[in-house]
């Protein structure tokens, strides 16, 4: 796999060849005023091994959840995106099925309370 970075505003985005992404909206409301996750692993650009890759982000003070996206496109098309995961609580994730070989990105957006 192979993992890239790209920064939106609101969403921390990064690349991999078996890239992932995770982003979406809770009942909470989402809100760019408590920050963005900072992406750990995958690491962007990185060629992986471990199938199904683990994503891993730092905590964000405020966050009540977070929205996890992976997808084999950019982002820029719709039905591209393979993971998506919304309010998941913690801030690391493992899905339960491995990923085709391949590039994917991924992207995660902390949840702010309401």
């Given at each position: ?9 609101v969403t921390s985005i990064r690349t991999l060849i078996f890239v992932v ?82 590039s994917y990105y991924w992207r995660v957006q902390a949840v702010e309370g309401?």
């Amino acid at each position: 796999m192979i993992i890239k970075n790209t920064r939106p505003l609101v969403t921390s985005i990064r690349t991999l060849i078996f890239v992932v992404i995770v982003c979406l909206s809770c009942v909470s409301q989402t809100s760019s005023g408590i920050g963005t996750p900072v992406l750990i692993l995958p690491e962007d650009g990185l060629t992986i091994t471990q199938n199904p890759p683990q994503f891993v982000w730092h905590n964000v003070d405020g966050a009540v959840g977070y929205n996890l996206q992976v997808s084999d496109d950019t982002f820029g098309t719709l039905g591209s995106i393979i993971i998506d995961v919304s309010c998941h609580l913690d801030t690391t994730y493992l899905p339960s099925s491995a990923l085709d070989g391949g590039s994917y990105y991924w992207r995660v957006q902390a949840v702010e309370g309401g």
